[in-house]
């Protein structure tokens, strides 16, 4: 009846998108992409996706980066795709290209040992710049810096349930500061020195490490079956959250603290040297700087980038959030590989389940 609905409407803890779009209240948020133009149609299926299972309510605006102009149909399509507004902005060639303090030679012949130890993505010089990107840049854009929050969107994900709710307005109401769906352990080749310097960076920072993190979910002995113990001396477990899922704060990226510890990482060359990915940066920013409580795992969300899938698996919520998961996709939540247990055990919002954690 109108009654009950007005009743709801005055409930400050109801969404209120599930009644009408009137009274929503937008967040200073954006959803970000990165991609390049022949990305097109993974990018156009990824807007669908967030599309339909969340912004068609919001009309969030999109926004679009790349280290070469967006070409019209790249523009005349994702406009289409969007029920927000869109921007499009072309990145500094200072924020993407590779720093001129990296020694070239030094630089090359770590991509042919890339190569030649068949590290995933070792070949390449344009994914290091896009990883140097992505951890030290994304939020300091013309086009990013008027926002408080992004929700990262990759080409090819795809999202499974409703989202039944505002996730920026989540994260500023709970003071949430980094989010994730899936947590997993990097490849030990592709970062040999980077806790080594992030040590070095604490050790001249001692006061920026945060007196409630979750740093022993990065430290501690990791499972049999990875290839953590490989890494010799270090005590870094691998463990960080996948970063082509991510709703966070961007005021923390621009905090002092995050600002300095990238500066650090990206003057000892590893990004280049070795190939550090943004994931384990990301993470261990987050980790390390913040509060165990200001970082979430989205345990609702239903989510797949090529090759996990991860999904709610209870009957209410399928139901309420209408999951459609394809068949036969296993979920990456408990397998072994997966670090999520683990930050049930040392993270934050959820109690240690036992029987899946794996040490
Ligand atoms: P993966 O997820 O690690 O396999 O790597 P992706 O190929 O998906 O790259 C991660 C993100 O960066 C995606 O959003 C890509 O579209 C984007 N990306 C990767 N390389 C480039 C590049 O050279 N230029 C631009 N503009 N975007 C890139
Ligand atoms: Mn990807």
């Keep these: 009846t109108d009654k009950n609905l007005e009743k709801l409407r005055n409930d400050d803890n109801i969404d209120k998108s599930v009644f009408d779009n009137e009274n929503i209240k937008l967040e200073n948020a954006t959803l970000l992409v990165l991609c390049r133009n022949w990305e097109l149609k993974d990018i156009l299926s990824s807007m669908r996706s967030l599309e339909d299972r969340f912004n068609k309510n919001y009309h969030y605006p999109w926004t679009f980066l790349n280290d070469v102009p967006f070409d019209e ?34 630089y090359e012949k770590s991509i042919e040992k890339a190569i030649k130890d068949d590290i995933i993505y070792g070949f390449s010089k344009s994914y ?27 080409p090819g994900v795809e999202y499974f349930c409703d989202f039944q709710m505002d996730p920026f307005r989540l994260l500023r109401e709970s003071g949430k500061k980094y989010t994730f769906v899936v947590s997993l352990y990097e490849y030990p080749e592709t970062i040999p020195t980077l806790w080594d310097t992030v040590e070095d960076f604490l050790n001249e920072h001692p006061s920026y490490l945060h007196p ?60 280049y040297y070795e190939r550090w990915g943004d994931a384990p940066v990301h993470s ?18 239903g989510y797949n980038h090529v090759p996990f899938f991860t999904y709610p698996e209870g009957r209410q919520v399928t139901k309420y959030k209408r999951c459609v998961v394809p068949k036969d996709k296993d979920n990456i939540n408990v397998k072994l590989g997966s670090c999520l247990p683990r930050w049930w055990k040392f993270g934050s919002g959820k109690k240690f389940l036992k029987e899946y954690y794996h040490e």
């Excluded at 406009?79 to 303090?101: C, H, Q, R, V």
């Excluded at 140097?132 to 990013?144: D, M």
């Excluded at 991510?246 to 002092?256: A, C, M, T």
């Design 212 to 271: 409630n993190s979750a740093i022993e979910f990065l430290t501690s002995k990791a499972p049999i079956g990875t290839n953590a113990l490989d890494l010799g001396n270090s005590s870094y477990n691998l463990c960080h959250f996948w970063s082509n899922f991510e709703i966070g704060d961007l005021n923390f990226f621009r905090s002092k603290e995050y600002l300095d510890y990238f500066e650090y990482l990206s003057k000892s060359g590893g990004f």
């Design 284 to 301: 261990i920013g987050a980790v390390l700087l913040l509060d165990k409580d200001e970082i979430l795992h989205f345990e609702d969300i």
């Design 73 to 106: 149909e790249f523009i005349m399509w994702t406009t289409e795709m969007a029920s927000g507004k869109t921007e499009y902005g072309l990145i500094p060639k200072e924020d993407w290209n590779t720093p001129s303090f990296i020694d070239q030679e030094k």
């Design 128 to 154: 290091r710049n896009m990883c140097h990107f992505n951890s030290g840049y994304f939020f300091r854009q013309e086009l990013t810096l008027k926002y408080d929050y992004y929700f990262r969107v990759e």
